[in-house]
Each structure stands twice: as C-alpha cells, then as structure tokens.
C-alpha cells in the first residue's frame, strides 16, 4: 500500500467536459463502474429463475463487508442496509427512551432526517429537544464543540448530530463529545454521510453507539441505499419492520413458513425490507471498492491541495471563508461580503458552468477526486465577476 499522492480520477466518471461540478456534497456522481454494475443487476431479473436464493443473501454481505473496511469495524453483522438516514434514526429512537426530565441535544440546522425522529420521541414520551447553536461572531466552529458539550448533562439521553455541518462542512470535536456523553451515560447517534468515504472515520477508536451514511454522496453510490452501523447500546433493538429475511434460517426458502422469532445476528435485524435489491446493492460495492482503493485520506489530502491556492484570493474579494482547524478539506462553505449579491453570483456561475449548492448562508463548495485545477479556477473567476474582483 503507498502513500503517494492519489491522481485526479476523473476517467472514472462520466461528467461532462465542460462542466466544472463542486457538489459532491449533493450528489456524488455515479463512477462508469458502479453504473454498469447497476445495469448488469437490473437486468438479471429478465429472467428471474437464474436468481438464486444465495444472490438474496451473498451480495449484501459483500457490501457490509466493504463498509465495515472502510470505518474500522472488524464485524460486518453490526452493519444494516437501510434506505435513508431519516430510516435508521427512526429505528434508534424506536429504541430510546426519553421522559420527564430527559432531554436530546441536537445542532441548530442540522439535517432533518435526524431532527425529525428525535421532535417525535419528546413529543410522545417527554423531555426537552435542545438545539445548540453557533456562536454569534466570528467563525463558526470555534466555540462551537463547547456549547454542544455545555449542554450534555445528566439528563441527556442521545446526542444526534452530523460528523460535520452538512450545510458548510463545519468540523466538531466528536472525540470531546463522545468522551462527554460517556461520563453522562448519553448515546452518541452521527449522521457520517457528509465524511464517511472523503475523510478517514474510525468506529473502533471513536466507539459511537450509531453511524449512518446515505450511499449517495461521498460514498458514489446510487439513491435511496444507505448503510448503518450500530454499537452494542442498540444491537438487541426492536427493528421498524418485521422482515423474513432478518430471521434465523431465512437462506431456506423452503422453510420460511417454519416461523420463527430469533434474528439472524447482529444488525442485519434493522435492514429494511426487499433489503436484496439487484441493482443497487452491486452499484454501491463498486462503488465502494473504488473508495476503498482511494482511501479516505488521500481524498481529503486531495481535496485540500486542491483547494488551498482559492482561499486567499477568495479572501482578497471580501468573501468569510472558515479558519482551516474548523473547515472540511472536501466540504466547506463561503460566505458573501455584505455587498455581495446572490442572485448575481448565481448567474455567474452558471455563466462559469460551475455546481455547487446553497444551504442556509453559505455558499455550499464539495469538491472531490474527479475536479481538477480547472474547477478551482472556474469557481474563482465566478467569484471575482459577482463582486467586481
């Protein structure tokens, strides 16, 4: 295995020429391998007798397996595959118990497949849903780390936040909160998907009681495929459906009406019906084993090299850009001088053929393996013709 600089992998994708896409945090685009792997999968079921039941079982496996590698977890069976983030959030606060006097620590505009779940089990069994905000002046995440722990004490129940602020990449100290919540006795529940596959995580050290990645974005893979890691707080919980599969001796179909109680082990008890998609599950794992043969850390490596030379020129026309302790290498947001017009920057990118997304009051920027110099480039000029740079 080397440590040498990973190249632009551009040609793994099918983005246009002339189009300089910085969205990954959107949508990841879908790499040609994983796409062929998607199409190879949907057409299997032209003639469904060739579906044998060991392809309900073995490919789904396969990718917990490719997950687990990729977040340092030696158990594969602790992994659920589940359609949505909002999907396993729903399972883990099925399996929380809130009440007078309790309270679930949030972050302010967090992303609302993990704010949802969470309003529902203080409305129905009691308890405060406290949102901790950024500090008011000056960058956002300095401080920010202090007031989530601030608000952890004895009362709290979970903490549920992103890995990092979905909106503009913010980092937080999740080592200080998980150390936190463990002196309380409060669950750690991350939403990754805006790290996992473009910065190293690791479930081992970092010993949450639940990670969660939508497939979509860092990971590459298609829509509507997410993956779920559980620690042992929640590994004996009740799962949303009562699925055939997740039961003991489901591998044989002969004896499905042979009802039973007992899950097959570990997680896969949470994985979502019809779990054994033919066409998602084998894009995703190629997917995944393009992540895996990048490695997250020489993605973020690249995603910062790539980067580094915008920000003071960005700087120079006026526009906020986070401090580099607090900012993502892969996901950072910009914000506008208070002369700065949005509706113009808007037209200037799209005159620049340049993607990327607002979220709140940051100018979302996502770059990732496949954008070169020229993307960067792009992306400046845009800025300098918004502001009269």
Known sequence: MTD?????????????????YLNC??????????????IEGLRAKRFPQAIAPEDFF?????????????????????????????????????????????NVVIVHEQFPGNVYPWRRLVAEQGGELRVVAPPGEGGRGEGWTDRILEQIDGGTVVVAMGTVHWTDGTRFDIEAVRARTREVGAA??????????????????LEPDALIVAGYKWLLGPYSLSLAWFGDRYLDGVPLEETWIARRGSENFAGLVDYVDEYQPGALRFDVGQRSNFALIPALSA??????????????????????????????LGVRVEDSRWRSPHLFGLGLPPRGDPGALKAALARHRVGVSFRGASVRVSPNVYNTANDAEALVAAFEEALGG
């Open 188 to 205: 750690l529940v991350l939403d990754g998907t805006q790290t996992v596959g473009a910065a190293p995580i690791d479930v081992a050290a």
């Open 287 to 316: 997917s995944l084993d393009l992540v895996l043969e990048w490695r997250p850390e020489r993605v973020s490596a690249y995603c910062a090299a790539l980067m580094d030379g915008a920000f003071a020129r960005l700087r120079e």
């Open 4 to 20: 040498a600089r990973l190249p632009c992998q551009r040609h793994h994708f099918s983005l246009p020429d002339d189009f300089h």
């Open 25 to 38: 945090a959107y949508m990841g685009p879908l790499p040609q391998v994983a796409e062929r792997a998607g």
């Open 58 to 102: 073995a490919p789904v496996d396969g990718l917990r397996e490719r997950f687990a590698r990729l977040i340092g977890e030696a158990e594969a069976n602790r992994i659920a595959t589940v359609p949505s983030v909002s999907y396993a959030v729903s399972t883990i606060a099925r399996n929380t118990r809130a009440g007078w006097g309790s």
